[in-house]
């Protein structure tokens, strides 16, 4: 709140010193569009700019740049510079503040890659919710939320895809973690889908310590080059100078005394969750 009350008594100050170098400066503009009497003006108003950002920057999330948002607003000024009309008799503040405010507003929504018609499907959920809260005095249920707005289900059902049909998450923003003073940013907790689940694999070290437990070496490089090397018997054979049905052999016992080892221990090995 300071810095914006600090903007507005500079822009008045502004205005109190330079008024007769101000208008000299705009009617050397206006009769010979001279780039440095434009940039005079820029400077002068610049106030007006961060005024204007500054407002706006204190309802936006907080990934987004003020410096974005007063450099939108510089563009606006140009143009207001460049398209006024002193002869119409409006103070340039008052025909300035608008153009600044909507070339910020255009810059925000080139910003946003969400299609147009999300965002009205959200804000008109939103509002919906809105409204029916404040009647019931509680979150609607689903059903509820419908009837209020007049939807079939099916209608109701096609609302809440369109509104949700794009998410937006800025993986700059930050959280406080309770545990700990340091910040946690979003891609601290968005999941990897390409990494391996943890529990899977101490789940799968344990399973094969606990199948290998007892055997001997003959045993458990069958076991290994059959299941994790994915070698056939024959192969598996020639590797450790046995015969095809031997090996075979030694397999099928293998296995017929661990589903004896294991038996009613399968819930512990159980895959996880991806």
Known sequence: MR???????????????????????????????????R????????????????RLHAKLPDE????????????????????????????????CAPRIRGAILDALRSMDWVPRLVRARANQLAEGRRRI???LGRAPLDHELA????LSEAAFGKLIRDAHAVGVISLNRNYQDN????????????????SENPLRQVQQHDLRSLITKGLSKPERLI??????????????????????????????????????????????????EA
Do not use: C
Not at 39 to 54: A, I, R
Not at 147 to 150: H, N
């Open 64 to 95: 987004v740049d003020l410096d974005d948002l007063v450099s939108a607003g510089i563009d606006g000024l140009r143009d207001a510079i460049e398209s006024f009309d002193q002869e119409r008799g409006v103070k340039f503040e008052t025909y």
């Open 39 to 54: 940039n005079l003006l820029m400077e002068h108003y610049l106030p007006l700019v961060k005024y204007n950002s500054e």
């Open 223 to 272: 076991l290994l080059l059959y299941y994790y090397e994915e070698m056939t018997m024959k192969e598996i054979g020639a590797t450790l100078d046995l015969s095809e049905s031997r090996v075979s052999q030694m397999h099928s016992a293998i296995i017929t005394r661990l589903r004896t080892q294991l038996d009613g221990r399968q819930h512990e090995f159980t895959p996880a």
């Open 133 to 135: 809260e404040a009647r």
């Open 147 to 150: 009837a209020f707005m007049g």
């Open 179 to 194: 545990d700990s003073t340091r910040d946690v940013r979003e891609t601290d907790i968005v999941p990897d889908p390409r």
């Open 3 to 37: 810095r914006t009350s600090d903007g507005i008594r500079a822009w008045q100050r502004g205005l109190e010193l330079a008024a007769d170098e101000l208008a000299a400066v705009w009617h050397e503009f206006r009769h010979s569009l001279d780039g440095e009497a």
